[in-house]
Structure formats: C-alpha cells, structure tokens
C-alpha cells in the first residue's frame, strides 16, 4: 500500500540547533515527492518540491532536502533554525501520472525556543 | 493573487445532520480537490477534480458524502447524514495541473460533530 511515514512525531528545539526530520514511503513507481509546513493559524503551503534532477532540493527559508531513491527517503533539513520555524511539517508523495493523490504523512510538530 | 477561499470556516452540528463546505478555488486553476484531515493525521484526499469532472473520488464515503463542480469552478462538498469520526478539518485545494503543479491550499472547515 502507498504510504508515507515521519518518524518524529514532535521535535523540540532551541535556536540556532541544526534539523532533521525524517520521512520514508512506500510507493511503487515514479515519484514526486513534498514537504508542506503549516505555520500557526496558516494554511498549509509548500516548502519544497522535488520532481526529478538533483536529489538535493532547496526551498524556502533556508530548507533543503535530499532524496535518497535507493532508501525511500525524503529527509528534511535546516542548519540552523529560528522560532519563527516553529509549525507542524508534512511530507508527501504523488505517483508522476496524471490522477494519482497526494498522499501525505501524519506530521511533524517542530517547536524553536528562543 | 487571491487564495483558495473556503466557508465556513467553523462548524458545529449533531449528528445525523447534514452540512455543506463551499470552496472557491484560486482563479483560473482547473484542478480541485477536497481533503479530510483529521486530528493528529495528514490530509487525505477525498475527491479530486479536473474541471468539471472527477479524476478520483476512490476515499471519498459515497453512502454520505458527495461533491460537485458546477461550471468548473467553485465546488461543494456535502456530509448528509453526519457521524461523529466526520469530525475533521475539511481542506480544499487548487493547481493550475495535476501532475507537476503546486497545490495551493485554502484555509479549511474545521467540522465538530456532537
């Protein structure tokens, strides 16, 4: 079955630490992977994007990511975070055929204390 | 650029009843799709549409819920008769495709069923 999972449920972190949250799916097939952050009372909009090319992505806010295709994984990172990264971030994975759902993780919940 | 509008954006309702989301996708954008996502998980997509017409609507509970695009633009989606597990926070969701484009997300409808 199509999945993804992160493996950090909640992250707590103080300023200026380094990130790395975790995501791995299963999905047979082609992939464009995703992480979406949802700040406090926000929508959810996307952070990064990867379809094909470099494995390592870039995003907004200093975050990048780096697809590992022999691993299935989609891990997220950022050297150096501040409070205001303070969300819940999502990964997600979408088979490259026109059709095919956006199929999200349950979460991450990062908390930056200043 | 406007946003994917959506309303309402709370509601409270018992069980059995039935409600309505209405949700205004960003201009000029062909693909809709409508999410659950409950607490402490990801979004699932119930439906998706391209147009006026379903792509997928695989998750989507037919037996109580249904959607529509009229006109290939604004869409509804309906919960008739409710139970409490449709508590949820309802997501909708625009992109100018389906295959390589953003999903632009709306602010949601978050459903309490007594």
């Known amino acids: 079955a199509q999945s993804v999972s992160q493996h950090n449920h909640h992250v707590i972190l103080s300023e200026a630490a380094s990130l790395e949250l975790g995501c791995n799916y299963s999905y047979g097939g082609t992939v464009n992977l995703f992480w979406y952050v949802q700040y406090p009372g926000q929508h959810l909009q996307l952070l990064l994007k990867y379809f094909s090319g470099d494995p390592l992505v870039k995003g907004i806010k200093g975050f990048e990511a780096e697809f590992i295709k022999s691993k299935f994984s989609f891990n997220l990172r950022k050297p150096s975070v501040q409070w205001s990264d303070t969300a819940e971030y999502f990964c997600a994975v979408k088979g490259n055929q026109a059709g095919t759902a956006l199929i999200f993780g349950k979460g991450t919940t990062l908390s930056v204390s200043s | 650029e406007a946003g994917v509008a959506q309303s309402p954006r709370y509601k409270i309702i018992e069980k059995r009843q039935s409600v309505a989301f209405w949700c205004n996708p960003i201009?000029?954008?062909?693909?809709l799709y409508w999410y659950q996502q409950i607490l402490g998980q990801g979004p699932k997509l119930l439906i998706q549409f391209q147009n006026n017409g379903v792509v997928d609507d695989s998750q989507l509970p037919k037996d109580r819920f249904s959607a529509e695009r009229l006109k290939g633009v604004d869409s509804t989606l309906k919960i008739q008769p409710a139970k409490l597990e449709d508590s949820a926070v309802y997501l909708c969701?625009?992109?100018?495709?389906?295959?390589?484009?953003?999903?632009?997300f709306g602010p949601g409808t978050r459903l309490t069923v007594t």
């Open positions: 201009s000029g954008h062909a693909t």
């Open positions: 969701a625009s992109s100018s495709g389906q295959i390589t484009y953003e999903q632009y």
